[in-house]
């Protein structure tokens, strides 16, 4: 979020301003930005940059140009003398039609480095000396609007190029420019959390600033009302009223009316003599200091309202709009047709599809819904009617439409972090004065004609019903025009119960939630209030935890005393089936296995590798639109396939047997229905006509209708299905050669079947193993005759959990695995299922008494290192490697600070015979080191191998043969 701290000083908040600073100063100069930085932070928004907007360009000042004469060496180029302070004119040669005599200017002085990484210098052109630069509006970085600010040099005492009258700029030459101009400001980027919407706007900014300043007792601050002159003639009592009576507003652009396919919380205000304007400099200035570009003074208003109190709102031009067939204006809220075409403001030509929503007169669609407007009906400077839209889509719908078209606008990220709806028309009213502020004298004020609801249809699609839907009484939701009363109960104890200290005296406690808007009904009990908890703060705060947290946010979490537990705490999991996968996760690692973590994504040619029929083999997967990875487009619908380019990545870097598992969830693109969630999966990515194939009848634990097992609620509605798996890989060896036995032992398919076997018994499920079906997905991917389908008897009916086998050689080559590898995929979903099932006939739960072991990832080679050793035949294996140990975690990585640890130290041959003499055995043994910062150089290992034959030399009377 990005704040303007001179729109919270003009508009909010009046900042207290340093005592050592005149009001002829820059604002960065004049306030403690440096304290304000630190409120924010302390109180939960990091401060992420700081931004003193006209800091860099102190070197560009305000000039007035004496004389202008024509360049006697060049026709385009003009001499011209330069007032830049009282007494001091420069000679400046330039290139601008528009320069003239009389004319102020914006001068960048010998020194001044410009944004585009000019640097200024004297210098001649065209053998005349040259001590500047006149500058336009584009070499100072600003934004530049022809039809205001002209193709030459910056005009600076043209207002709608942000300019003055030139009687004020006379006072002003030689005065930086962005000072001059009122354009220095402090631009702070604020990291706001989720749960905290009401911090998307300058208003919730400036709440939270009033707060930090006056714990820390500051004086000269002081909240402002909304100014006078932006009040309008329609209150938010007038909206409401005429919102719920009118049936249609006649406005001179004819009859208006409304309509509601969506069942969409919304209303429209009607406004005729609306005279539409060049944005004045002070609000252009401010919406582009923060990144908006300015058009004119109605769409400037609406989007000033976004910023100042995160209120979207949208304007249609009503003469633009068509007529029904009874010659009435309207516009629609309802899902788009598949396939409509759409221009935004952006003048990008969009195709919909059929769960956009959008606005729409009795044609075309003028607007999505809670995302951006259409370029149709778009206000302009002949405009005089205007409709002006003010609707609550839910956050799903704007997410879903903003995330599928590619576009984030202020209004959408609003509406999906949540408005304060209980002020919808607050922010009405407040925008119609706003407009009628900014009408020019010589038009009148505009003239507020109505407001109405946009009422439901008898009938609303299923879709619409799941979002909006319709309650017991058949009334269709609607806006809230009053907050019901909301109150906490809070005591002087709150704060001392949950963090082991008051911090402060109650009443400094109560101070503190009334600067942050909340209201504090005391009674004759002076230790306990009621604490009325305003409408920005519905969404998050729900009880006195939440009161308790406000208070330390300001006090400072530092104030907090440290305090150990007094009691032993004991974890419960509140979802039965995140208890399971644990269990399931503990008994693979009990097992032996490694866990790993991935992302939730695949590649595109992920099912080819595989071995699959079809990219739909497993179920069709889910196509991003803007994938965060470029080669993985697609959210996974198998573990395997990430799975095994572990396996590879490990094998790179030096690691020749493992085994590793991963639970997780994968994703099909059918809902909770089993219908298919988006119809035209895949445009983004190219895949659309992959996608489009049919998903195979016998999907067995892939099927869709093993899916959605945990994700029954009614918000799985056109969401696509989730199902948790778990995948296991198992690489290279079991066990590698030692000096105990000859060679290396290979994993065995019963030795898989055998850990599925008892993951399952996790369940209460008695695991059996049958002949893969030909029709399996997954029968491509695996060895034929090595393989089988994992499955168990539930209450008389077999049910397919998952499979179990050794990967077909053509898989392991197209993954670059050159080693022997098995695994297995078991349905974790269907297991819960099934678990539950029987948990109700016999009212039994299995228990779980497997421990947890971690192991750190892989991320560089591993380093092997062999010695062999001539030892007394007495000396016991234990003791050689016990010094090698010492040697390498005492001698070198300790003292030496390598950065590596010990993996492993293991004997692998023992030999007497010819060449060792009697009494002595040869003793071989690797060393494995695996690096943690960075890779082990020549000098590294060294050190490593003079640590280890120092020591054993010395501790085991060894000698190290050759």
């Given at each position: 979020m990005l704040v303007s701290l001179k729109l919270i000083d003009s508009l909010f908040l009046q900042l207290p301003t340093k005592a050592s600073a005149g009001i002829a100063a820059p604002c960065w100069e004049r306030w403690d930005v440096k304290l304000f930085s630190e409120i924010f932070t302390r109180q939960g928004f990091e401060v992420e940059s700081t931004q003193l907007r006209g800091n860099d360009l102190k070197q560009v000042v305000v000039g007035r140009i004496q004389n202008a004469e024509k360049h006697p060496k060049a026709d385009k180029l003009q001499v011209c003398l330069v007032q830049t302070a009282a007494g001091e004119v420069r000679q400046i040669v330039c290139g601008a039609a528009n320069a003239r005599a009389g004319l102020y200017v914006a001068v960048a002085l010998p020194g001044a480095v410009l944004p585009n990484g000019l640097e200024i210098k004297s210098s001649k052109i065209r053998d005349v000396e040259s001590h500047g630069m006149l500058c336009s509006r584009e070499e100072l970085g600003l934004p530049v609007d022809e039809s205001r600010d002209g193709n030459g040099i910056w005009e600076l005492h043209s207002e709608p190029a942000c300019g003055l009258p030139e009687t004020e700029l006379a006072s002003r030459i030689g005065v930086p420019v962005m000072f001059a101009l009122g354009l220095d400001d402090v631009l702070l980027e604020l990291n706001v959390t989720p749960n905290r919407p009401d911090m998307l706007c300058h208003e919730g900014a400036a709440r939270e600033l009033c707060a930090g300043l006056a714990w820390a007792g500051l004086k000269g601050f002081d909240w402002k009302p909304w100014q006078k002159e932006w009040v309008g003639s329609a209150t938010a009592a007038d909206l409401a009223r005429d919102a719920a009576e009118k049936n249609h507003i006649e406005t001179r652009g004819g009859t208006f009316v409304a309509h509601n396919d969506l069942g969409v919380p919304a209303f429209f205000v009607g406004l005729d003599g609306v005279q539409v304007s060049t944005t004045p400099a002070w609000l252009r200035n401010t919406l582009e200091a923060l990144g908006q570009k300015s058009i004119n003074s109605v769409v400037d208003a609406c989007n000033l309202v976004l910023l100042c109190f995160a209120q979207p709102n949208h304007a249609f031009d009503l003469k633009k709009l068509s007529a029904q067939g009874d010659g009435k204006k309207s516009l629609r809220l309802r899902f788009a047709q598949a396939g409509e075409a759409f221009i935004g403001l952006d003048s990008k030509e969009r195709t919909l599809a059929s769960?956009?929503?959008?606005?729409?007169?009795?044609?075309?669609?003028?607007?999505?819904?809670?995302?951006?407007?259409?370029?149709?009906?778009?206000?302009?400077?002949?405009?005089?009617?205007?409709?002006?839209?003010?609707?609550?889509?839910?956050?799903?719908?704007?997410?879903?439409?903003?995330?599928?078209?590619?576009?984030?606008?202020?209004?959408?990220?609003?509406?999906?972090?949540?408005?304060?709806?209980?002020?919808?028309?607050?922010?009405?009213?407040?925008?119609?004065?706003?407009?009628?502020?900014?009408?020019?004298?010589?038009?009148?004020?505009?003239?507020?004609?109505?407001?109405?609801?946009?009422?439901?249809?008898?009938?609303?699609?299923?879709?619409?019903?799941?979002?909006?839907?319709?309650?017991?009484?058949?009334?269709?939701?609607?806006?809230?025009?009053?907050?019901?009363?909301?109150?906490?109960?809070?005591?002087?104890?709150?704060?001392?119960?949950?963090?082991?200290?008051?911090?402060?005296?109650?009443?400094?406690?109560?101070?503190?939630?009334?600067?942050?808007?909340?209201?504090?009904?005391?009674?004759?009990?002076?230790?306990?209030?009621?604490?009325?908890?305003?409408?920005?703060?519905?969404?998050?705060?729900?009880?006195?935890?939440?009161?308790?947290?406000?208070?330390?946010?300001?006090?400072?979490?530092?104030?907090?005393?440290?305090?150990?537990?007094?009691?032993?705490?004991?974890?419960?999991?509140?979802?039965?089936?995140?208890?399971?996968?644990?269990?399931?996760?503990?008994?693979?690692?009990?097992?032996?296995?490694?866990?790993?973590?991935?992302?939730?994504?695949?590649?595109?040619?992920?099912?080819?590798?595989?071995?699959?029929?079809?990219?739909?083999?497993?179920?069709?997967?889910?196509?991003?639109?803007?994938?965060?990875?470029?080669?993985?487009?697609?959210?996974?619908?198998?573990?395997?396939?990430?799975?095994?380019?572990?396996?590879?990545?490990?094998?790179?870097?030096?690691?020749?047997?493992?085994?590793?598992?991963?639970?997780?969830?994968?994703?099909?693109?059918?809902?909770?229905?089993?219908?298919?969630?988006?119809?035209?999966?895949?445009?983004?990515?190219?895949?659309?006509?992959?996608?489009?194939?049919?998903?195979?009848?016998?999907?067995?634990?892939?099927?869709?209708?093993?899916?959605?097992?945990?994700?029954?609620?009614?918000?799985?509605?056109?969401?696509?299905?989730?199902?948790?798996?778990?995948?296991?890989?198992?690489?290279?060896?079991?066990?590698?050669?030692?000096?105990?036995?000859?060679?290396?032992?290979?994993?065995?398919?019963?030795?898989?079947?055998?850990?599925?076997?008892?993951?399952?018994?996790?369940?209460?499920?008695?695991?059996?193993?049958?002949?893969?079906?030909?029709?399996?997905?997954?029968?491509?991917?695996?060895?034929?005759?090595?393989?089988?389908?994992?499955?168990?008897?539930?209450?008389?009916?077999?049910?397919?959990?998952?499979?179990?086998?050794?990967?077909?050689?053509?898989?392991?080559?197209?993954?670059?695995?050159?080693?022997?590898?098995?695994?297995?995929?078991?349905?974790?979903?269907?297991?819960?299922?099934?678990?539950?099932?029987?948990?109700?006939?016999?009212?039994?739960?299995?228990?779980?008494?497997?421990s947890l072991q971690t192991a750190q990832a892989v991320r560089l080679p591993s380093v092997e290192r062999d010695f062999a050793f001539l030892v007394l035949e007495t000396l016991t294996a234990a003791a050689l490697v016990n010094s090698v140990h010492a040697a390498i975690e005492n001698d070198v990585l300790a003292q030496k600070k390598i950065p590596a640890r010990l993996v492993s130290v293991k004997i692998f041959d023992v030999y007497r015979g010819q060449g060792v003499s009697a009494g002595h055995k040869s003793v071989a043994l690797r060393v494995t080191l695996l690096p943690t910062e960075r890779t082990l150089v020549e000098a590294d290992i060294t050190a490593v191998t003079e640590a280890v034959v120092g020591r054993v030399t010395r501790e085991c009377a060894a000698q190290l043969r050759g």
């Open positions: 769960t956009d929503c959008v606005v729409a007169d009795s044609g075309t669609s003028q607007a999505l819904l809670g995302v951006i407007g259409g370029d149709h009906s778009k206000v302009e400077m002949s405009s005089g009617s205007l409709v002006l839209e003010f609707a609550n889509p839910h956050p799903v719908l704007v997410r879903r439409t903003s995330r599928r078209h590619g576009r984030k606008t202020d209004s959408s990220f609003a509406f999906e972090k949540g408005i304060d709806v209980w002020r919808r028309f607050e922010s009405a009213e407040k925008l119609i004065g706003l407009l009628n502020a900014l009408q020019q004298k010589t038009a009148g004020n505009l003239k507020y004609v109505g407001s109405v609801y946009a009422r439901g249809n008898a009938v609303r699609s299923e879709d619409a019903q799941s979002f909006f839907p319709i309650d017991a009484a058949g009334q269709e939701p609607a806006l809230s025009k009053s907050l019901g009363e909301f109150t906490l109960p809070f005591t002087s104890e709150d704060v001392r119960t949950r963090v082991g200290d008051a911090l402060v005296p109650f009443e400094k406690q109560l101070s503190i939630l009334e600067s942050l808007g909340f209201a504090v009904s005391k009674s004759s009990n002076a230790t306990a209030v009621n604490v009325v908890v305003p409408s920005w703060r519905r969404l998050d705060v729900m009880g006195g935890a939440d009161l308790v947290e406000e208070i330390v946010r300001v006090v400072g979490i530092d104030h907090v005393p440290a305090h150990p537990l007094s009691a032993a705490g004991k974890l419960v999991a509140d979802d039965v089936h995140l208890s399971l996968f644990e269990a399931s996760a503990q008994r693979l690692v009990s097992l032996g296995y490694h866990e790993t973590a991935g992302f939730h994504f695949m590649r595109a040619d992920d099912w080819s590798k595989l071995n699959l029929k079809s990219i739909n083999a497993c179920g069709e997967p889910v196509a991003l639109l803007n994938p965060i990875i470029k080669d993985e487009p697609l959210m996974q619908s198998t573990l395997l396939s990430g799975l095994l380019r572990k396996v590879a990545h490990n094998i790179n870097y030096g690691t020749k047997r493992g085994q590793l598992f991963e639970v997780s969830r994968t994703f099909q693109n059918t809902d909770l229905h089993a219908r298919r969630v988006f119809n035209t999966n895949g445009e983004g990515v190219g895949l659309t006509a992959a996608l489009a194939e049919k998903v195979p009848h016998e999907l067995y634990e892939y099927s869709p209708k093993c899916s959605f097992l945990l994700s029954r609620e009614q918000s799985a509605t056109e969401r696509p299905g989730e199902t948790p798996r778990v995948c296991a890989v198992v690489f290279g060896a079991q066990e590698e050669k030692e000096w105990l036995n000859s060679g290396e032992r290979s994993w065995a398919f019963h030795t898989l079947a055998a850990h599925v076997a008892e993951l399952l018994s996790i369940f209460g499920l008695h695991a059996e193993f049958r002949a893969l079906p030909a029709d399996h997905p997954m029968n491509g991917a695996v060895h034929p005759g090595r393989s089988a389908s994992v499955v168990a008897k539930v209450q008389g009916h077999i049910v397919h959990l998952g499979w179990v086998g050794q990967f077909h050689p053509a898989t392991l080559r197209n993954f670059e695995i050159d080693s022997e590898c098995l695994g297995f995929e078991l349905n974790l979903g269907l297991a819960v299922e099934k678990l539950l099932a029987c948990q109700r006939e016999a009212g039994s739960a299995p228990k779980n008494k497997s």
